[in-house]
């Protein structure tokens, strides 16, 4: 069934345009971008497309007020520990409830799309099953969040290390074992990942692109973490005698289907290396920050040619607005200059674009533009908050939610054409604390 939506300003990949009409099919798609009717009413007063989260570990949204008091050096690795507790000890409804519950809090914060990195693949008991991956599929489509699932590869604890018992739920022995899970799931699969060099050996990583390609065509996504962390960079120079993305580069042939999540700590030669190659490098600054991770270059790469994305990532944060404004405030801390992703009409439109536009290739899917072809995934600003009291016109508006707002300034949420409100729910709160607790789970 055929629908329509009017609103007074879209931001298309042209620029903000006036008083436009979206006709929309029964795929929710948009077939045409014309000029509304005289008198139409309008749906919404400014019009954005839906960010896509291009990298997302639903789950881990119950984190959220835990691992935060010191223990010695804390880090990254030490965070770790608290990861491996809650996955330890999800069961496949709680699991359910959380994803739900992070997805429905994504649409609110104005991600329409989710690029899905899971890597539950056992029972608590370590026996292989499949109830996880169904978990999270389901959690997705019942909340109304499109959802491109992409399953995880994971083989190994570290470049010279076995797997440990708190990443028994974790693991695929080889990548013909992987993807036999990848077939099982294909209609579902937006792409493939391989977790990280040095869960996955470099020459199963080559083994894991093939047989994806054989199965879900040769242009699917294929996502890796990278260079994330210093230790990780010079334990992979210590192992191979090569830097992270040197490595994958002689391992598999680069090209814009491959998305590189972080990429934090890459030098020069190898940032160069994935611009010319056309992959994504894409950056999740609240849990970066959150995490301690560091700084990418992200200006500088982008101003280069560089493709960037972003994802919501942990989910321990959840606001698509607030992950943008510490992409741009991030890099004027490191360079000392303002504007980092701006244009001559301002700052919010040319990020807010540039990022949506950019999570299309991570998911595989026609999102992130309000352009004919792409799915109808739209949310609005609600132009009445007091935020944007004192601004004349929408580039000013959303220079205001960049830099002033968050996600409470998102009125309206539309996926595939279809309105969305928000929805109460989540009954995880006692099964995260049963299995938080101290002496439970991994």
Do not use: K
Not at 175 to 199: I, K, N, P, W
Not at 303 to 325: H, P, W
């Amino acid at each position: 069934m055929s629908r329509e939506l009017n609103f007074e300003h879209i931001l298309t990949p042209a620029g903000i345009e006036r008083h436009r009409r979206l006709s929309i099919d029964g795929d929710g798609r948009i077939t045409a971008i014309e000029p509304s009717a005289p008198g139409a009413a309008f749906d919404g007063w400014l019009a954005l497309p839906g960010m896509p989260s291009a990298h997302s570990h639903a789950f881990q949204r119950g984190l959220a007020g835990y691992g935060e008091a010191r223990q010695g050096e804390d880090s990254f690795w030490s965070w770790r520990d608290s990861m491996y507790r809650l996955a330890a000890g999800l069961d496949p409804d709680t699991l359910y409830e959380l994803c739900w519950h992070t997805y429905r809090e994504m649409l609110a914060a104005g991600y329409t799309s989710v690029a899905e990195f899971h890597y539950l693949h056992r029972r608590r008991d370590g026996e292989r099953a499949t109830e996880c991956v169904d978990a999270v599929i389901r959690a997705a489509t019942d909340a109304g969040m499109r959802q491109s699932f992409i399953p995880v590869f994971y083989q190994r604890g570290g470049f010279d290390a076995p797997a440990g018992p708190a990443q028994a739920r974790f693991l695929h022995r080889d990548a013909e074992d992987f993807l036999t899970l990848v077939a099982m799931y294909q209609r579902h699969c937006g792409g493939v990942a391989a977790h990280s060099l040095r869960a996955v050996p470099a020459d199963m990583i080559e083994d894991m692109v093939l047989g994806a390609a054989e199965l879900l065509g040769p242009s699917a996504p294929v996502h890796l973490h990278i260079a994330e962390q210093p230790a990780e960079v010079a334990a992979c120079v210590a192992a191979t005698g090569r830097r992270p993305v040197e490595l994958l580069a002689e391992t598999v042939e680069l090209g814009p289907h491959w998305s590189l999540v972080h990429a934090t700590h890459t030098d020069h030669a190898e940032q160069a290396l994935i611009r010319a190659s056309g992959a994504t490098v894409v950056l999740c600054p609240l849990t970066e920050g959150y995490l301690g991770d560091g700084m990418f270059p992200a200006a500088e790469f982008a101003a280069a040619g560089g493709r960037i994305a972003i994802g919501s990532d942990s989910n321990v944060r959840i606001d698509a607005v607030e992950e943008l404004r510490w992409l741009e405030y991030g890099q004027r801390l490191s360079t000392g200059r303002r504007g980092c992703f701006a244009n001559a009409e301002g700052l919010g439109a040319a990020l807010w674009g540039r990022l949506a536009a950019g999570g299309a290739a991570p998911l595989g899917l026609p999102v992130g533009a309000l352009q004919v072809g792409s799915y109808a995934d739209v949310v609005t600003v609600d132009a009445g908050a007091m935020l944007f009291a004192g601004c004349d016109g929408p580039h000013a508006v959303l220079d205001a939610l960049i830099t002033a707002g968050d996600g409470r300034a998102i009125d309206q949420v539309w996926v595939g054409g279809r309105r969305h409100v928000p929805l109460e729910g989540g009954e995880f709160g006692p099964a995260l604390r049963r299995i938080m607790a101290p002496g439970e789970g991994a």
